[in-house]
């Protein structure tokens, strides 16, 4: 298992920037796909976009692809989300996931970070 901490949330006018990030540890953090999910009140958690073990590759939902970037540091152990443009439907909690298969399911991913609310303002 790994264990993960999310920061970098916060309020933000429309069109602003945030950068969110994710610390593991544990066991051997370049060992897991990371995922990074959202959850609006009253919804399901979405998919946002997922990097691979060596980072090197990165697929993200439609809603956010051109926007938002991850990246990652393996000697750090650490996982990002940089996220551009943003919009007031880009409000939500976020969490980064560890998994072992680059899929967009969240139940695929084992550990949880305990999430960081985003909002934006319009």
């Known amino acids: 298992q790994v264990q993960l901490a999310e920061s970098g949330g916060g309020l933000v006018q429309a069109g602003g920037s945030l950068r969110l990030s994710c610390a593991a540890t544990?066991?051997?953090?370049?060992?897991?796909?990371m995922g990074w999910f959202r959850q609006a009140p009253g919804k399901e958690r979405d998919f946002v976009g997922v990097?691979?073990?060596?980072?090197?590759?990165?697929t993200y939902a439609d809603s956010v692809k051109g926007r938002f970037t991850i990246s990652r540091d393996n000697a750090e152990s650490a996982v990002y989300l940089q996220m551009n443009s943003l919009k007031p439907e880009d409000t939500a909690v976020y969490y980064c996931?560890?998994?072992?298969?680059?899929?967009?399911?969240?139940?695929?991913?084992?550990?949880w970070g305990q999430g960081t609310q985003v909002t934006v303002s319009s």
């Open positions: 996931a560890a998994g072992i298969a680059s899929v967009t399911t969240p139940r695929r991913f084992g550990s």
């Open positions: 544990g066991r051997t953090f370049s060992s897991y796909v």
């Open positions: 990097i691979s073990r060596s980072g090197d590759s990165a």
